[in-house]
Nanobody, 127 residues
């Protein structure tokens, strides 16, 4: 069982930065592939970034590549999402999820593959 709590969202102007955190409870956090997704009003939840259990492998959506960085600290049971050069289209509720499948199965891209989700944190980017 993994309980996830996101934080760090807020309102920022275009071009600004935010750092999201996702704190996990449970001793098995380091076993999970972790992902960040976002959901805009009226749209489906979409993949943003994912990281392997040991942090050695990462993946990004084309829309976030080069601007966002995912990282994790297994000693602190926390995964991060550093978001730079934010755009209005980055606006949405950001969720972190835990996927028990190995990173190299590629399932991290699909929201329905994740067993656990946080409650989300709102990110709003003004133009």
């Amino acid at each position: 069982q993994v309980h996830l709590v996101e934080s760090g969202g807020g309102l920022v102007q275009a071009g600004g930065s935010l750092r999201l955190s996702c704190a996990a409870s449970g001793r098995t956090f380091s076993m999970y592939t972790m992902g960040w997704f976002r959901q805009a009003p009226g749209k489906e939840r979409e993949f943003v970034a994912a990281i392997s259990w040991n942090g050695h492998a990462t993946a990004y959506a084309d829309s976030t590549k080069g601007r966002f960085t995912i990282s994790r600290d297994n000693a602190k049971n926390t995964v991060y999402l550093q978001m730079n050069t934010l755009k209005p289209e980055d606006t949405g509720v950001y969720y972190c999820g835990a996927d028990s499948a190995g990173y190299y199965t590629g399932t991290y891209y699909y929201a329905h593959e994740y067993e656990y989700w946080g409650q989300g944190t709102q990110v709003s980017v003004s133009s």
